[in-house]
């Protein structure tokens, strides 16, 4: 059964640093391009960042891009979001995504249950 | 940056209703366009890639159509369990930007 477990979320000042991390099981990690996509409270979704299978190529959403950073272990099935200078409107449910590609499409096809981000004073 | 602009934004109806949903694109993005399903407190759910494919386990009361700019998600006859948000997102370049949601109520 495939499973992405989020952790890490949790109450942080502005200008404060939080490290989210996805654990996966279920599937040959390795071979798996991933995501992170965010909500903020009551409303749509956001894509965050996405990296490559072996972790060589990794993109943002201007949004975030020079605070944020996407990695990944393989040795530990995990995805992790860096996240710095944390803004109010960085709060949001964080969720991980495994990208599946569908020969024609690259679409978000297993998701965590996601992880909640508050910055606030 | 692509965007992708759905609607309604939200809409009333009954069970065994036929659904349609928009999406529009900015720009062409071929048939990089994506549906996903979301229930409160839930993570979303893909329903189809490709703007047409379904997903493995999706209700075929579910379908897509559409390439270039316009897509189109249909829901054949609404059951319950179908009341939820939907998005469209484009994967045909960087950022893969989401629709604003379109919310699926009871009426």
């Known amino acids: 059964e495939v499973q992405l477990v989020e952790s890490g979320g949790g109450l942080v000042q502005p200008g404060g640093s939080l490290r989210l991390s996805c654990a996966v099981s279920?599937?040959?990690?390795?071979?798996?391009?991933m995501n992170w996509v965010r909500q903020a409270p009551g409303k749509g979704l956001e894509w965050v960042s996405y990296?490559?299978?072996?972790?060589?190529?990794?993109y943002y959403a201007d949004s975030v891009k020079g605070r944020f950073t996407i990695s990944r272990d393989s040795a530990k099935n995990s995805v992790y979001l860096q996240m710095n200078s944390l803004r109010a409107e960085d709060t949001a449910v964080y969720y991980c995504?495994?990208?599946?590609?569908?020969?024609?499409?690259?679409?978000?096809?297993?998701w965590g249950q996601g992880t909640l981000v508050t910055v606030s004073s | 940056d692509i965007q992708m602009t759905q609607s309604p934004s939200s809409l009333s109806a009954s069970v065994g209703d036929r659904v349609t949903i928009t999406c529009r694109a900015s720009?062409?993005?071929?048939?990089?366009l994506n549906w996903y399903q979301q229930k409160p407190g839930k993570a979303p759910r893909l329903l189809l890639y490709?703007?047409?494919s379904l997903q493995s386990g999706v209700p075929s009361r579910f379908s897509g159509s559409g390439s270039g700019t316009d897509f189109t998600l249909t829901i054949s006859s609404l059951r319950p369990e179908d009341f939820a948000t939907y998005y469209c997102?484009?994967?045909?370049?960087?950022?893969?930007?989401f629709g604003q949601g379109t919310k699926v109520e009871i009426k």
């Open positions: 995504a495994r990208v599946s590609d569908f020969g024609v499409v690259l679409a978000a096809d297993y």
């Open positions: 279920g599937f040959t990690f390795k071979n798996y391009e």
């Open positions: 990296i490559s299978s072996g972790g060589s190529a990794t």
């Open positions: 720009q062409s993005v071929s048939a990089y």
């Open positions: 490709a703007a047409s």
């Open positions: 997102q484009e994967t045909y370049s960087i950022p893969w930007t």
